[in-house]
């Protein structure tokens, strides 16, 4: 089981990114998926998630801004993310729960 996040970077508030985590080793498309992400000197934290069936939950943080989404086809987890604030850097990461498996995490930083 393998997950491979990718689409971090330096963003300015209000800005936009799109994260993916492509998964590799398992039936895709029959597991929840999950993002959360950790700020320095911060615990990690759920963001979103996705079960098998596409419904989702959002941390009430990102709510109305971050949207989660999977492409089974493509075995691809995505985080669409609008409206970046100054609280939302931090290190990305893409999770399996029924295997226990993190991605290496993607960096997003928002800064003028």
């Known amino acids: 089981v393998q997950l491979v996040e990718s689409g971090g970077g330096l963003v300015q508030p209000g800005g936009s990114l799109r994260l993916s985590c492509v998964a590799s080793g398992f039936i895709f498309s029959v597991f929840r998926m999950d993002w959360y992400r950790q700020a320095p000197g911060k615990q990690r934290e759920l963001v979103a998630y996705i079960g098998s069936s596409s419904s989702t939950n959002y941390a009430d943080s990102v709510k109305g801004r971050f949207t989660i989404s999977r492409d089974n086809a493509k075995n691809t987890l995505y985080l669409q993310m609008i409206s970046l604030k100054s609280e939302d850097p931090a290190v990305y990461y893409c999770?399996?729960?029924?295997?226990?498996?993190w991605g290496q995490g993607t960096l997003v930083t928002v800064s003028s």
């Open positions: 999770y399996a729960p029924a295997f226990g498996i």
